[in-house]
């Protein structure tokens, strides 16, 4: 299994702004993926964190508005840029330890509201 | 990644055995079959995976026909704690990147 964490846990930013969310893993691991979920909904997959590399992102999200950072094998960030009220969600990180695996970790989440 | 279809709410009763069924009717060579567990304000939780016949863990059995276009989530004695959404996925297994897509879930409410 991993532990991941996520900061901050939540937050109310204006709009306009931006906000980084960090996740962190306790152990190595090969894939990060950055989630979307809208209360009461389901998971969108807003794109993969590739080490050393751009993110790959999902129709609908584009590195302006989500950029995404992926350092090492064990911390990957991502910003939500210009926020708007359409932005507010829970953001969630998850990782895979084996390349191709389903069995994925994920994050406690990332409160956001944007007033 | 083939595309699931599940009821969108299932109750139960503290000590029955819930079954959930999930259809995947073009599901893949490739694909097996995953069941995650999520509950209010917590990132899903993998509960089970499998690719055919009948695979049981400490938490749930996963029953999928030969054909493989449905699959059954066996939660046996259920309690309260149970009460969550439950997801079904079908993705690749070895895949490139290993993505998951999550369809809408089914909520499962566990009554006393």
């Known amino acids: 299994s991993a532990v991941i964490s996520q900061k901050p846990s939540r937050d109310i930013c204006q709009r306009g702004t931006s906000l980084t969310i960090q996740c962190q893993v306790d152990s190595q691991v090969t894939m990060m993926f950055w989630y979307r979920q809208q209360p009461g909904q389901s998971l969108t997959l807003i794109a993969t964190?590739?080490?050393?590399?751009?993110?790959?992102?999902e129709s609908g999200f584009v590195i302006d508005k989500f950029p995404i950072s992926r350092p090492n094998l064990t911390f990957s960030t991502l910003t939500v840029s210009n926020m708007s009220p359409e932005d507010s969600s829970i953001y969630l990180c998850s990782v895979t330890k084996t390349s191709g695996s389903a069995e994925q970790y994920f994050g406690p989440g990332t409160r956001l509201t944007v007033t | 990644l083939a595309k699931t279809t599940q009821p969108i709410s299932m109750d139960s009763y503290e000590g029955q055995e819930v079954n959930i069924t999930c259809s995947h009717n073009?599901?893949?060579?490739?694909?097996?079959i995953t069941w995650y567990q999520q509950f209010p304000s917590q990132g899903p939780r993998f509960i089970i995976q499998g690719y055919k016949t009948k695979v049981t863990n400490e938490v749930a059995s996963l029953f999928i026909p030969a054909d493989r276009k449905s699959s059954t989530l066996s939660l046996p004695r259920v309690s309260l704690s149970d009460t969550a959404v439950y997801y079904c996925l079908a993705p690749s297994y070895g895949g490139s990147q290993g993505n998951l897509i999550f369809g809408k879930g089914t909520k499962l409410s566990v009554k006393p």
């Open positions: 073009n599901i893949a060579t490739n694909d097996y």
């Open positions: 964190a590739n080490q050393g590399s751009e993110a790959t992102y």
